[in-house]
Nanobody
Framework: VQLVESGGGLVHSGGSLRLSCAASGFTVSTYDMSWYRQAPGKERELVAFIFRSGGGTHYLDSVKGRFTISRDNVKNTVSLQMNGLKSEDTARYYC?????????WGQGTQVTVSS
């Protein structure tokens, strides 16, 4: 199982970024997938979650209406579209999957929002 995130960068407040998580060793359509983030000095927090069955989603309250998680079963990727970015969204963003009772994380991608 391997996860590789990309798409982070520096953006002005109000801007947009699209993060991508490329998966290998498993099929994203058959597992729940999630995005987490961790800011310096803070705990890692769940940002967005997509269920394997039905594609239902769940979001951190502070990103609702601004972030959208989605899955591309052909490319075997999971994306996080982030609009209306705020300085408090600055963090390292990680993709996560649980396979056979083990958690797998990518290396993360840095998102920095300047005010």
């Amino acid at each position: 199982v391997q996860l590789v995130e990309s798409g982070g960068g520096l953006v002005h407040s109000g801007g947009s970024l699209r993060l991508s998580c490329a998966a290998s060793g498993f099929t994203v359509s058959t597992y729940d997938m999630s995005w987490y983030r961790q800011a310096p000095g803070k705990e890692r927090e769940l940002v967005a979650f997509i269920f394997r069955s039905g594609g239902g989603t769940h979001y951190l309250d502070s990103v609702k209406g601004r972030f959208t998680i989605s899955r591309d079963n052909v490319k075997n990727t999971v994306s996080l579209q982030m609009n209306g970015l705020k300085s408090e969204d600055t963090a390292r963003y990680y993709c996560k999957v649980s396979v056979n009772w083990s958690d797998y994380w990518g290396q993360g991608t840095q998102v920095t929002v300047s005010s």
